[in-house]
Every structure is written in C-alpha cells, then in structure tokens.
DNA sequence: ACTACATAATTGACATGTCAATCAGCGCCG
DNA sequence: CGGCGCTGATTGACATGTCAATTATGTAGT
C-alpha cells in the first residue's frame, strides 16, 4: 500500500489507478456533502444554498443592507449571477432593493423582517448539519487534516491560476458555505 | 490549538468558530478544484465534465454503446438530468440515441466518431491535470489522509442517509470525476 | 384478452449559472 | 462645459439541474 508506483513521482505523466481511486473517492465525497447539506436546508427551511449566503452577509452587514457589488464581492459571485439570484429573492420578498443615494447608479440590498426570520430559523438547524455531518464525523486529527489539505490544496490552486491567469481560479467556490 | 474547545464535544449543539473555519476551508477548497478541473476540461476540449462522465462510461462500455437507464445508473444522474443532458449532446453530434431491439421503450445511446475523437483528446490532458492539481500537491501521507477522510466521511453520509432516507443523499455526486 | 400496475424515457416548468452585451450615471481631462 | 472612458448593475441567451407529470410499453394476474 505505501509503494504502488514502481516509477518515481517525477516521471509519471498520468495518476495511477489508486491515485485516481482516492480523487475520486474525494471530490465525490464533498460533493455529497454539500448537496446533503443544501438538501437538509431546504427542506427545513425553504432555502438555497445560495440564499443563504446572500441572507448570511446581508446578517452580518451594518443596518442589514449592502451595496450590491460589496456583496458580490463578500460572498465571491459574479455579478451577473447576483443580480439574477437577487431577483429571485426579490420576488420571494426575502431582500428588497432599494436606490442608493450616494450613487445613483448603484443599489441597496435591504434584509426584509421575512428575510431576516427565514435566516434566523434557518441557522441553527444548518450548523447543526455541519457539526453532525462534518465535524463531528471526525477524529481530532482528521479535522486538523482536513484543515492541512485544503491549506495545501488551495496553495497549489492558487500558484497555478497565477501562473496561468485562469479565469475560473474560485469561481463557483467561496459561495454558499455558512 | 489542539484544545479551543472548553466543552466536551457532546455538549456542544453548534461547531466553534475554528471547526467552521475548516469545514468552509474544506468544502469551498473542493469546489475550487472541481471547478479549475472543469474549466480547463472545458478549454482545452469544449466539453463539460457532465459531457466528459458521459463519454468515460460510454467509451469503456461494450460497443461503445449503453441502455439510457444503465448510463445513468453508471454515472449515478437522475434519469431526467440524463435525458436532457444527452438531447444537447446529440445535437453536438457527441452520441447518437437509437431504439432498441429487446425493449421497444428503451434507448440505446451510442458514441459517435465524433464523441470518441472529443473524448480521446480530452482524456490525458484532463488526468494530467488531476495530477498537477491533486495528486502532486499532496505528499503521500496527505494523498493517504485524502482518502481516509473520505472514507469516512461518506460512511457518515450514508449512515445520515440511511436513518431519513434522504432524498438527497448522494444525487448530484459521482458524476463527472474520471 | 383485459385490467392494473411497473418500468423506460422524455417532457415541461422552473431554479440556477455563465458569458457577453447593454444601459445609465460618475468623473476626469482638455 | 462636453466628450469619453470607467464603473455599477441589469439583461438576454443559453447551459445545466431538479421535480413532477406524461407517454409508451412491458408484465402479471384473473
């Protein structure tokens, strides 16, 4: 098990089997993780993913309202992709834009009183799942694992968008995680 | 650091600050990577990695050609998804469907030069860069780790699972690894 | 053969994302 | 002041996903 590759690292173009085995025994299982907790969001509180980091920042935010592109930024969402999700929420009366008085060009994104209590019923349930699916499922040292591969990780990612100016660096990532 | 955590794991209802600070590290690190793989997949070869779970399984199966429902078992796609998914990837000339003999229901789908060549250029670019990203990354005890959190992880997932036969469960994973 | 139910696959409606325009207001510079 | 280029935000077109019908065909039981 320690020595599955007669080659040296360095030599190799493609993982072997059991590395590809454990990739994705990986990225699978993160996947079921998120989808399980965006699952158990919504059906106990009617809410995305997506919602709920909107709903997350505007929470946290001075007077429960934020300029919308502070907000794509706070959050890591295109633009575009904001505008079009606020719409929805709009709609579903869990933000309200208002014009922006500095500058008439931007908007206010206000937490409506329903926003605020689909946030605040939506909470304590989500981190429950977190603890419960995530930190509770591991040791001691796995967690701090965890923590050390996605620090690792997360450098190699950044070294090579850097290198090649990849335009989908952290995109989606960064988003919905509360 | 090893002791942030004045209450005994069991009384605590909600993670600490740092425990959420690597569960968000952890999953936003994950979505990361998937979405760097997908965006190179995508650049390199036009495909999405949706595309690309299609022609693996098709490429590997008997006569390149495969039941719509075993496909989508395969890949574990809801049936639906599949359905849509194939309809855009038969007007790319990607797969072709045809009726088949034994059940007058049922569809074949199957690969066409076309798909086969996509697939083909696609293929070592992508497990190099799977290698680049992920496995090179890591050192062997990190590598090692990878797969130990997921195994356990996912025993935990399917345990939760299980015990509220979540409908989520594992729905939008497996997919589009390779 | 006829009804009733299960199965294979597709469809439609809608949620969510990306990318490339577009539109309007802000500011600087001559 | 007037033009011109940023910037903030929205829009439209389209790819992708989910869920709940719908369609058509198989199969079992009487």
Chains 1, 2 share one sequence.
Not at 91 to 106: K, N, P, V, Y
């Amino acid at each position: 098990m320690t020595h599955d590759t007669p080659r040296p690292r360095r030599a190799r173009q493609l993982p072997t089997t059991e590395e590809l085995r454990i990739w994705r025994d990986f990225i699978e299982t993160a996947d079921t993780l998120r989808s399980e907790l965006t699952a158990r969001l919504q059906s106990e509180s009617s809410l995305s993913s997506g919602d709920y980091a909107v709903l997350l920042a505007l929470n946290e935010a001075e007077g429960h309202r934020m300029r919308s592109s502070e907000l794509a930024a706070h959050i890591d969402w295109e633009r575009s992709r904001l505008s079009h999700h606020l719409g929805r929420m709009e709609r579903r009366d869990l933000i309200r834009r208002e014009e922006c008085a500095a500058d008439s060009r931007g908007a206010e994104i206000v937490l409506t009183p329903t926003g605020l209590q689909s946030f605040r019923q939506a909470t304590v349930p989500h981190l429950r799942a977190v603890r419960e699916l995530f930190v509770d499922a591991l040791t001691h040292e796995q967690l701090i694992a965890a923590g050390d591969l996605a620090a690792t990780l997360r450098a190699r990612l950044s070294a090579a968008g850097r290198q090649r100016g990849s335009a989908a660096q952290a995109k989606a990532a960064r988003s919905d995680t509360g």
